[in-house]
């Protein structure tokens, strides 16, 4: 049984002083939280300065959220969706000419439900070149795409693609037949 008051995130380290955290909080706000759209190229800048790694002609819409930027890169030409949701509590690597579509979540922290304390636990997501994670997709931690593979609309992957397999929707995470 889950005890929650005995959970201790003190060991998990932000990767930034609070300070920095804080202003990246501020920036988000203002650049990536809000629903009309700012121009790429400012939160390419925004990213950057806050340590992330960001290649050139990266289209990011609007609502995207990024928790920690300094555990980001992005390679050249990426698209990154509406309301995309990227938890970098681990690195997060997105390779070249990949497109993360709308309401995607990449998620690189989870829980330890088999302990009362419900220890915190990050793994980092790789997502290869010309890669596509379809609208609403769940990738867990420590999840690679190999390069070219995709996952479909609404597809929960939990386990690592090889270069051009493709994850179907829904919990199944089947991947499709051989093209």
């Known amino acids: 049984m889950l005890d929650l008051c005995s959970f201790d995130n003190s060991a998990f380290d932000r990767g930034a002083p609070l300070w920095k955290e804080?202003?990246?909080?501020?920036v988000r706000s203002l650049l990536f939280a809000p629903w009309f759209p700012v121009p790429s190229a400012l939160k390419r800048g925004a990213l950057r300065a806050?340590?992330?790694?960001?290649?050139?002609?990266v289209v990011i819409r609007?609502?995207?959220?990024?928790?920690?930027?300094?555990?980001?890169e992005?390679?050249?030409?990426?698209?990154?969706?509406?309301?995309?949701?990227?938890?970098?509590?681990?690195?997060?690597?997105i390779g070249a000419n990949s497109c993360i579509s709308q309401r995607?979540?990449?998620?690189?922290g989870s829980h330890d439900f088999s302990k009362p304390s419900f220890d915190?636990?990050?793994?980092p997501i790789v997502i290869g070149e010309g890669c596509w994670i379809g609208a609403c997709s769940f990738v867990a931690p420590g999840v690679s795409?190999?390069?070219?593979?995709?996952c479909c609309a609404g597809a929960v992957v939990t386990k690592n693609?090889?270069?051009?397999?493709?994850?179907?929707?829904?919990?199944?995470?089947?991947?499709?037949p051989p093209r």
């Open 62 to 72: 609007s609502r995207v959220n990024v928790t920690f930027p300094w555990r980001l």
């Open 145 to 150: 795409f190999g390069p070219g593979s995709r």
């Open 120 to 123: 915190l636990r990050t793994r």
């Open 104 to 108: 995607a979540f990449l998620c690189t």
């Open 161 to 176: 693609l090889v270069p051009g397999e493709d994850a179907r929707g829904g919990a199944s995470n089947a991947p499709s």
């Open 22 to 26: 804080a202003l990246w909080w501020l």
């Open 74 to 93: 992005i390679g050249d030409g990426v698209w990154i969706g509406d309301e995309v949701l990227i938890l970098s509590l681990d690195r997060v690597s």
């Open 50 to 57: 806050f340590g992330a790694k960001v290649g050139g002609g």
